[in-house]
């Protein structure tokens, strides 16, 4: 096979944010970013990468894809990576004790392109290669993408995973969405305001001693917010809500 890389011909370009968590290795990240391009996705994000960045055996790897190296962004928290966007998926193997809602990666593609075409901000959320992505980072999405593969063998590596998702992606092509909902003069929330509304919600239910057991703590606020989550709440709504705990808890002034 050539190298593929022909300037002279058009790039189509655009699509979901690729948010890497905590990458290990310089050359992985490089090899993720050569899989984006292949699929025309440029926004590239990472969350503490181990081996700090600007990365050599990144851009090395990135075999030429440095449209997508030169314009990485850095954050401290996943929560940070993914606070501008309004749709954001997980990868993930296993399934866990969650509930949650699960696609496959065509079928995520096709809800991606669905809410691109809409004008909203997706992403897809990757883990770490070891240990992949841990349940608090899971709770930021409102929906996770797991491959049906060889159960008894199906281990990808991280630039693998990409390029799947990012083929699938390309593969839908620029088809209208066949459903949409209308958001009439407001807009999907951002994650950002999610959070600042779980934030809100779960220090009204600490005040209030809701939260009994701070052993289960945890697991109770990722089942509130992953309920949550999957209301796709918009950004009225998610003010709504704000006044409605200000009025429950007699707070309205500290209410955003």
Known sequence: ???????????????????????????????????????????????KPRDGWPNEKATANASGADLVIDNVRLFETTAEAVADLEVVFATTVRTRDMIQRF??????????????????????????????????????????????????FASLNLAQAVLLIGYEWFQTGELPPERFLHYGATRPATKAELVNYFEHLEGALDRTGFFTSPAKRPSMIRTL????????????????????????????????
Not at 33 to 45: F, Q
Not at 137 to 151: F, G, H, R, S, Y
Not at 242 to 250: C, E, P, Y
């Open 103 to 152: 696609v496959t990666p065509r079928g995520a593609a096709e809800e991606m392109r669905a809410r691109y075409a809409a004008g909203h901000r997706v992403g897809v959320l990757f883990g770490p290669e070891r240990t992949g992505l841990v349940n608090d980072d899971l709770t930021l999405a409102q929906t996770l993408i797991t491959v049906p593969l060889n159960p008894s």
């Open 1 to 47: 096979m050539t190298s593929g890389q022909n300037p002279t011909l058009p790039s189509v370009l655009g699509g979901p944010s690729i948010i890497l968590v905590q990458p290990q290795m310089g050359e992985n990240i490089g090899a993720c970013a050569r899989a984006m391009l292949n699929c025309g996705l440029t926004d590239l994000r990472l969350v």
């Open 225 to 256: 917010r992953n309920a949550l989550e999957r209301m796709e709440m918009t950004e009225q709504e998610v003010r709504t809500f704000h006044g409605v705990i200000a009025a429950l808890t007699g707070k309205r002034k500290g209410a955003p």
